[in-house]
C-alpha cells in the first residue's frame, strides 16, 4: 500500500505565493503600461541621442580635419625649407592653427595644429612657446598610438635643450626613445646623452652610449658615439 504524502500548509501556500505575485506584478504592468511606455521611449530616444551625438561629433571632427590637412601639407614645406619671402604666409599659417585650436579642441586634428605650432615657434626662436605648444598637445593625450607620439616628444626635447634647460631635456628625450626603435631611437638617446654630459653626468652618459652601441652596432653614428665615450670614459 501506497503512503499517503502529507502536505502542510507551507507547501500548499508556496505556489500560491508565486502566482499571487506573478498575477500582481502582471496587474500592475496593466495598469501603469503608459507609463512603462514612456519610461521605454526615453530610454530609446536616450541612447539615440547618445550613438548620434557621438556620429556627429564623428562627422565634424572628420570636417575639420578635411580643411587643416592641405595647411599642415603647406606648413611642413615652409618649415623645411624657411626664407625671408615665405615669413608672411608662415604668420597666416600660425594664425589658422591657433583659430583651429580654439574651435576644435579635444580632437586629433588639434594636436597636429598644436605640433605645427610649436615648431613654428621653434623655427622663430621662441623656445618657451615651442615647449608650450608640445607639452599642450602631449597632455591632450589624442596622440597615442601613432608617430605623433614620438615627434611631439622630440619636439619639446629640442626646444627644452635650445631653451638652456638640460635636465628637462634628456628626460624628454629618453620619453621620445620609448616611442622609437632602430636610428631613430639611436638620435634621441644621442640627445639624451648630450644633456647628461653637458650636465658633468659622465658615466650616465657614457650608459647610454653603450646602449646605442648594444641595440645598433652598425649604426651611422658609431664612430662618433666611440670618441664621445673616450672623452666619458
Given at each position: 500500500?501506497?503512503?499517503k504524502?502529507?502536505y502542510?500548509?507551507?507547501?500548499?501556500k508556496?505556489?500560491?505565493?508565486?502566482?499571487?505575485t506573478?498575477g500582481?506584478?502582471?496587474?500592475?504592468?496593466?495598469?501603469?503600461?503608459?507609463?512603462?511606455?514612456?519610461?521605454?521611449?526615453?530610454v530609446v530616444?536616450?541612447l539615440?541621442a547618445?550613438?548620434?551625438?557621438?556620429?556627429?561629433?564623428?562627422?565634424?571632427?572628420?570636417?575639420?580635419?578635411s580643411e587643416?590637412?592641405?595647411?599642415?601639407?603647406?606648413?611642413?614645406?615652409?618649415?623645411?625649407?624657411?626664407?625671408?619671402?615665405?615669413?608672411?604666409e608662415l604668420?597666416r599659417?600660425?594664425?589658422?592653427?591657433?583659430?583651429?585650436?580654439?574651435?576644435?579642441?579635444?580632437t586629433?586634428?588639434?594636436?597636429f595644429?598644436?605640433?605645427?605650432?610649436?615648431?613654428?615657434a621653434?623655427v622663430?626662436?621662441?623656445?618657451?612657446?615651442?615647449?608650450?605648444?608640445?607639452?599642450?598637445?602631449?597632455?591632450?593625450?589624442?596622440?597615442?598610438g601613432?608617430?605623433?607620439?614620438?615627434l611631439?616628444?622630440?619636439?619639446?626635447?629640442?626646444?627644452?635643450?635650445?631653451?638652456?634647460?638640460a635636465?628637462?631635456?634628456?628626460?624628454?628625450y629618453?620619453?621620445?626613445?620609448?616611442?622609437?626603435?632602430?636610428e631613430?631611437?639611436?638620435?634621441?638617446?644621442?640627445?639624451?646623452?648630450?644633456?647628461?654630459a653637458?650636465?658633468?653626468?659622465?658615466?650616465?652618459?657614457?650608459?647610454v652610449?653603450?646602449?646605442?652601441l648594444a641595440?645598433?652596432?652598425d649604426?651611422?653614428?658609431?664612430d662618433?658615439i666611440?670618441i664621445?665615450?673616450?672623452?666619458?670614459?
Amino acid at each position: 500500500m501506497a503512503a499517503k504524502i502529507k502536505y502542510t500548509r507551507k507547501d500548499l501556500k508556496g505556489p500560491d505565493e508565486f502566482i499571487s505575485t506573478l498575477g500582481r506584478a502582471t496587474l500592475w504592468m496593466k495598469e501603469n503600461r503608459s507609463t512603462l511606455l514612456g519610461v521605454l521611449a526615453v530610454v530609446v530616444l536616450g541612447l539615440g541621442a547618445i550613438f548620434g551625438t557621438r556620429a556627429y561629433y564623428r562627422w565634424q571632427e572628420t570636417k575639420a580635419a578635411s580643411e587643416l590637412w592641405p595647411q599642415l601639407t603647406r606648413a611642413r614645406a615652409l618649415l623645411q625649407a624657411p626664407s625671408v619671402s615665405g615669413e608672411e604666409e608662415l604668420l597666416r599659417l600660425e594664425q589658422f592653427l591657433g583659430t583651429y585650436v580654439t574651435l576644435h579642441p579635444g580632437t586629433r586634428g588639434e594636436v597636429f595644429a598644436k605640433y605645427y605650432l610649436g615648431s613654428i615657434a621653434y623655427v622663430r626662436g621662441d623656445y618657451e612657446r615651442s615647449a608650450e605648444q608640445f607639452r599642450s598637445a602631449i597632455g591632450s593625450g589624442k596622440e597615442q598610438g601613432s608617430t605623433m607620439d614620438f615627434l611631439l616628444r622630440e619636439g619639446l626635447a629640442q626646444a627644452l635643450e635650445a631653451k638652456g634647460d638640460a635636465e628637462n631635456a634628456q628626460k624628454a628625450y629618453g620619453e621620445a626613445a620609448a616611442f622609437a626603435n632602430g636610428e631613430l631611437r639611436s638620435q634621441v638617446w644621442m640627445g639624451q646623452a648630450r644633456m647628461l654630459a653637458i650636465q658633468g653626468r659622465k658615466e650616465e652618459a657614457a650608459a647610454v652610449f653603450r646602449k646605442i652601441l648594444a641595440e645598433n652596432p652598425d649604426t651611422p653614428l658609431k664612430d662618433l658615439i666611440e670618441i664621445k665615450l673616450s672623452h666619458t670614459g
